[in-house]
């Protein structure tokens, strides 16, 4: 078994629930907390229902008519009036219905803590003040004018590359990033305003030991899908461009190529773990004797039993309770100067003519500088090509001293 550093995660693996419940004084009300998706289709969208019942949220949908605007904002006004006492409600609107539900909400909507809104036509102007109970956090695209984020009493994002539509599935102009980024920041809002707290640690927790801790690759990477989500979860690791796309590509890669590849001596340690509303970040260190093949880091290289410390980190993205994503990144030219695959020293000769003297590239003091922070390792490449001459008079002069 691996050595795994990391006294912070000694907990449980069990996913956690992710029904969120209005919380307060009112504690005893455990209904979860309601969301109204409204936009101008007549019909709801399917994948954004599911998503945010995933994530625990009682969903209704309101299509908006225009030919019935008065009727919408009544309903709007009245959204209140079947919630029971201390319960609240939040808005995702889209589109022209975003435009009405803000323009509505700039006088208080009783018990709405939170207005999402996609690409309204028109925004509230920048320093117009919402009701200070509501939460209001507003996306626009590229196409769209607007003042600057940081100019509004209100939440804004801008997606510069992307159109109208850019957060709907069904769209024609639907970006998958953008769209990711944009519901996890309206996931942080709706929290946030409903007071609920899903601990997501746990999803990453468990994947980490199934592949790390357990010593039968069978039962290993049985253990890494069974958390995860089975629409379309994917892993990639990115300086090798290896991993998977959905739970059978997963478990193969981990049962054939990742655990086996798990070195006698492969050792981690966690420098640290921030967890988001849907993201699970861990900064580590690698390190391990390149004894055999090591499939996942170093495909196809013989053993070289060199040593090996690399910093490494790891982006778990959790939906509804589930592992949908991780993406792994290193320096892969950290990698292959220790095991002697990229030497330093050697430099086309175009670029040696020009004074380069070595490449751009640092081997196993990386990794230890994450660890044990020590001036003197820092800038060895600027002294190597004399970018620091001078640096020591400035420093007498008191320019750059204390």
């Known amino acids: 078994m691996i050595r ?47 998503a945010w019942q995933a994530e625990g949220f009682e969903t209704t949908y309101l299509p908006f008519n225009v030919s019935q605007q008065p009727t919408y904002i009544s309903t709007l006004k009245n959204l209140h009036k079947d919630l029971n006492l201390g319960e609240t409600y939040a808005i995702l609107a889209y589109g022209d219905a975003a435009t009405v539900v803000l323009k509505t909400a700039q006088k208080p909507l009783p018990r709405c803590s939170a207005i999402i809104a996609f690409y309204p036509s028109v925004l509230p102007s920048a320093g117009h003040k919402f009701p200070s109970q509501l939460r209001v956090q507003v996306h626009v695209s590229g196409q769209q004018r607007s003042p600057r984020p940081e100019m509004c009493e209100w939440g804004l994002y801008r997606y510069e590359k992307s159109k109208v539509g850019f957060a709907e599935a069904d769209s024609k102009t639907y970006e998958h990033v953008e769209a990711e980024l944009a519901f996890s920041r309206a996931l942080t809002c709706t929290r946030k305003a409903f007071k609920t707290d899903v601990d997501i640690e746990g999803v990453a927790q468990a994947a980490w030991s199934a592949k790390y801790e357990e010593e039968v690759p069978e039962r290993g ?182």
Do not use: C
Request: net charge neutral; no cysteine.
């Open 221 to 402: 990477s049985m253990g890494v899908v069974q958390g995860m989500s089975q629409n379309g979860a994917h892993v990639t690791i990115l300086p090798t461009l290896e991993g998977g796309v959905g739970r059978k590509k997963l478990e193969e890669f981990y049962r054939e190529f990742f655990i086996p590849s798990l070195v006698e001596d492969f050792e981690i340690r966690l420098v640290s773990r921030t967890v988001g509303v849907d993201r699970v970040v861990d900064e580590m260190v690698v390190s391990f004797t390149h004894s055999d093949d090591v499939d996942w880091i170093l495909p196809g290289v013989p053993p070289t039993n060199k040593r090996v410390e690399v910093a490494v980190v790891s982006i778990v993205g959790v939906r509804g309770g589930k592992l949908v994503s991780e993406h792994m990144y290193w320096d892969q030219a950290s990698v292959l100067v220790q095991v002697g695959l990229l030497d330093p020293k050697i430099v086309p000769k175009n670029l040696k003519s020009q004074g380069l003297k070595q490449l751009p590239v640092v081997g196993a003091e990386g990794a230890r500088q994450v660890l044990d922070v020590k001036q003197e390792r820092y800038n060895g490449l600027l002294k190597e090509h004399g970018l620091l001459d001078g640096m020591a008079a400035l420093n007498v002069n008191g320019v750059n001293g204390s």
């Open 4 to 50: 795994v550093h990391s006294e912070t995660i000694n907990m449980s693996t069990k996913a956690p629930s992710t029904t969120g419940a209005t919380t307060g004084f009112l504690s005893f009300n455990s209904r979860p907390p309601r969301l109204f998706i409204t936009a101008t289709s007549a019909h709801a969208p399917e994948s954004t229902l599911l």
